[in-house]
């Protein structure tokens, strides 16, 4: 069977995916296809229907510049209403007839005589000039690899991956990690658990959660007068491009840790809770958490908390790295996060010379502007290495990107170009400069382990400057930058 031939294949139809078509189709590419393993689009926003899961950046931030919705119903949405946005934006700007679905990537490889790339999917096989990644960190479940976990004989699953069938009402429930999903789900379980049971390896730090309904007023006035909420969406990035500062000049963090700490105390009355609670690294190292509710839902009777790692699973026993034990239990709920620097595109990605880029990362991806790869010609990613804020709306990210992409791929078709490389020199003194700038930023001198650290303990993830500079430097396509024929 012949190979269905498109200009532009995308892979993933979630923020990235969606935007990619927008944007592509503005600089004139129409010929672009989307790939999507699932039989709806969304992305992270579909896959994730955890309980109380919610974005932890303002509503008014989190979205498309060019698509205001000014109908959030709160400061910061949930997931069904980011879930209905990302599908009406699709609606309202025809996205859907590019999408395939239940198409997913097995493998995609250069052919280096045809400057093309040949991709197998379940849906068949396309070839295609180009490729936009849009797969996104937050994809495949990271599910550490307990003793004796395979015998536990009671229910488990992933946040991520939530079974709304089973019934929680009653039952004595382990939660492992106290990460980004943890804070919101265990408030939402721990009323109808009969025993609450958190694994926490380290303690984050949580911040009050401002969180008000937005008025039917706010919202009509947002709708008539639209520069009101495009200067609301400034005031809030200035104030989280603010917090960034900090995140750069750690010393200046400190105001935040005493609010964070007063809420603690203000939540937390048992001293030795407390204590278990308490970080012992720089607020930012690790991504700061936001609730109003986690603490009580910690401190109330039926929850205990182990501030230890999980060592082993025996029968129906989850046993600390400390030797505290949660027994007789139902189900096990990880809250374990995502594997961000190992993403699962990289395994199914070979470039010039047959070269898979998993190998060639080994553990630590790297890329020019989070976009480009040496040695991967006509291949784009979307949230690639080194573009992550760690505090700021992804869509400002995204839409860096996919400017400096569409132009990439309008060139290509001006100038007659079939292949577009980013030069080695290039990439290589941009990886330069990021390591440079990231040692002295809490993410590495914070005194803490995160996901933003890869498996050889290098910062694969993090944006050293500004949003600002991101949206500059990234969203801008400099031909001199690449190799071209």
Excluded at 444 to 464: E, F, I, K, M, Q
Aim: hydrophobic share 40%; proline share 6%.
């Amino acid at each position: 069977m012949e190979p269905r031939r498109v200009e532009v294949l995308v892979i993933g139809a979630g923020c990235s995916g969606i935007g990619a078509v927008i944007r592509l189709r503005e600089a004139g590419i129409h010929d672009v296809v989307v790939l999507e393993k699932a039989a709806s689009l969304g992305g992270t926003w579909r896959e994730n229907t955890y309980p109380g899961c919610a974005c932890d950046v303002p509503s008014t931030l989190y979205s498309y510049s060019f698509a205001p919705n000014p109908s959030w119903s709160r400061a910061f949405a949930g997931q069904a209403e980011i879930l209905r946005y990302l599908e009406q934006v699709a609606r309202d700007h025809d996205v859907v007839r590019h999408i395939v679905f239940g198409a997913e990537v097995h493998a995609a490889r250069w052919d280096d005589a045809r400057d093309v790339w040949t991709v197998d999917t379940t849906a068949g096989r396309f070839e295609a000039r180009s490729i936009v990644a849009a797969a996104g960190p937050l994809h495949r479940p990271s599910i550490p690899d307990l003793p004796g976990l395979a015998t536990f004989r009671g229910k488990t699953f992933h946040s991520s991956r939530w079974d709304h069938d089973y019934d929680l009402a009653g039952k004595r429930v382990a939660v492992v990690g106290t990460g980004a999903s943890a804070i919101q789900f265990v408030p939402e379980i721990q009323p109808v658990v009969g025993a609450l049971h958190v694994f926490q390896r380290t303690p984050s730090w949580v911040l009050p959660k401002p969180n008000p309904k937005v008025s039917e007023t706010a919202q009509r006035l947002f709708a008539r007068v639209p520069a009101v909420q495009q200067a609301l969406r400034g005031a809030q990035y200035g104030l989280l491009e603010a917090v960034a500062y900090g995140f750069r000049h750690p010393r200046v963090l400190h105001e935040l840790e005493r609010l964070a700490l007063r809420h603690l105390a203000k939540q937390i009355p048992d001293a030795t809770l407390r204590r278990a609670l308490t970080p012992s690294f720089v607020l930012g190292c690790k991504r700061i958490l936001l609730s109003n509710t986690y603490y009580p839902a910690l401190s109330s009777p039926n929850a205990t908390v182990h501030a230890t790692a999980v060592e082993s699973v025996r029968g129906d026993t989850v046993i600390g790295a400390d030797g505290s034990i949660a027994d007789r239990l139902d189900a096990i709920i990880f809250a374990t996060g995502f594997h961000v620097t190992d993403p699962p595109i990289a395994e199914r990605v070979w470039g010039q010379g047959g070269r898979r880029l998993a190998d060639l990362w080994g553990g630590s991806p790297r890329g020019y502007m989070g976009t480009t790869v040496a040695g991967y010609p006509n291949f784009f990613l979307v949230l690639g290495p080194n573009v992550g804020t760690g505090h700021s709306s992804a869509f400002s990210i995204i839409e860096a990107q996919l400017a400096h992409i569409s132009d990439a791929v309008a060139a290509m078709r001006a100038r007659g170009w079939t292949r577009l490389e980013v030069r080695a020199d290039v990439e290589a003194a941009f990886n330069d400069e990021v390591q440079t700038a990231v040692k002295s930023t809490v993410y590495n001198a914070g005194g803490c382990t995160s996901y933003y650290l890869d498996h050889n303990g290098r910062n694969s993830t993090v944006w050293p400057w500004s949003t600002t500079r991101l949206v500059e430097r990234v969203g801008r396509f400099d031909a001199a930058d690449y190799q071209a024929r």
